[in-house]
């Protein structure tokens, strides 16, 4: 049978395309609470290409 990709690995591949992370590693900073659009910081891929 073949490899399938769990769901929950599309909806994060998903969410990562909206939020433009094309490399790795990507990061998302961000309160535990309230977090709002203001208080949300994404880094797309910080590594270096060396």
């Known amino acids: 049978?073949?490899?399938?990709?769990?769901?929950?690995?599309?909806?994060?591949?998903?969410?990562?395309?909206?939020?433009?992370?094309?490399?790795?590693?990507?990061?998302?900073?961000m309160p535990v609470e309230k977090a709002s659009p203001d208080t949300i910081t994404v880094f797309a891929g910080l590594a270096s290409p060396e």
Request: hydrophobic residues 50%; proline residues 10%; charged residues 10%.
């Open 1 to 29: 049978m073949p490899w399938t990709m769990p769901l929950f690995w599309k909806k994060n591949d998903a969410l990562a395309q909206a939020l433009g992370l094309t490399s790795t590693p990507g990061l998302i900073v």
